[in-house]
């Protein structure tokens, strides 16, 4: 009996200590910032990226929507400026090419013509040394504005086939004259013949007239 009221004691005075009851662990005092709050301080500190100050260094996620617009339209710009300097790049080539470089332009006819021209030896008899002879456009007054083009007509005929008509003005230390060039490209073919290569020139000491110094099937003199 004694000790049953022992027992009983001892667990009043367990519920009546001052420890009864106290937390074990308690929770911190600071609450936790959250991520949106992080950013919008991030971004409240730094300047706001625009499309004409936007140098990249500022990533995606941390862009808000406003500014991640206006980077997508910068690199919209850009990428614009890149294609149309590409379609420029490959539209001058293209013209290189068919004007320049390819064996039917127009450069390359007038450069064969010339070179049959200055390598005949009736023409070296008429206006001298061939590597004298020089080609030109239409004749000017100003000696700085021979490196005019050469006068030159594409047409076709009703069978389809091409013709180029071309002349230019040739002058030697002895004579001058002008070349007419005749040239035929058939439908099939991807390059030009010759149907008439002629050079006229005008003696400087008879004043007279020579016609029809022809190099392709034709009769010179």
Same mark, same amino acid.
């Given at each position: ?10 667990q009043l005075c367990s519920?009546?200590s ?8 308690s ?9 949106s709050s992080?950013r919008?301080a ?5 300047k ?5 100050n936007?140098?990249g260094?500022?990533?995606?996620g ?6 991640k ?8 710009f850009?990428?614009g400026?890149v ?6 790049t490959?539209?001058v080539?293209?013209l290189?090419y068919?004007e320049?470089f390819?064996s039917?332009?127009?450069t390359?006819v ?5 070179d ?5 030896p009736?023409v070296i008899?008429?206006?001298g040394p061939?590597?004298? +002879? ?6 000017t007054?100003n000696?700085w504005a021979?490196?005019?083009p050469?006068?030159s007509t594409?047409k ?8 180029l008509?071309m002349?230019?003005?040739v002058?030697g230390?002895?004579?001058?004259? +002008?070349?007419n060039?005749h040239?035929?490209?058939?439908a099939?073919s991807?390059e030009?013949e ?5 050079l006229?020139?005008k ?6 007239k ?6 392709f099937g034709?009769q010179?003199?």
């Amino acid at each position: 009996m004694r000790l049953a009221r022992e027992l009983v004691t001892w667990q009043l005075c367990s519920l009546r200590s001052p420890h009864a009851g106290r937390a074990i662990f308690s929770a911190p005092s600071h609450a936790y910032t959250s991520q949106s709050s992080v950013r919008g301080a991030a971004t409240a500190k730094r300047k706001q990226v625009t499309v004409v100050n936007d140098d990249g260094r500022v990533t995606w996620g941390d862009l808000s929507a406003r500014e991640k617009a206006a980077r997508t339209t910068q690199k919209t710009f850009h990428l614009g400026i890149v294609l149309t300097g590409l379609v420029m790049t490959g539209g001058v080539a293209y013209l290189l090419y068919t004007e320049v470089f390819a064996s039917d332009s127009r450069t390359s006819v007038f450069n064969r013509a010339f070179d049959e021209i200055r390598a005949s030896p009736r023409v070296i008899e008429a206006l001298g040394p061939g590597n004298k +002879i020089i080609a030109f456009g239409e004749p000017t007054s100003n000696r700085w504005a021979r490196a005019r083009p050469i006068a030159s007509t594409v047409k076709k005929d009703r069978s389809g086939r091409e013709h180029l008509l071309m002349h230019f003005n040739v002058q030697g230390p002895r004579d001058s004259g +002008i070349v007419n060039v005749h040239m035929v490209k058939n439908a099939e073919s991807s390059e030009y013949e010759y149907k008439y290569l002629s050079l006229d020139v005008k003696d400087v000491e008879n004043k007279e007239k020579k016609k029809g110094f022809r190099l392709f099937g034709a009769q010179w003199g």
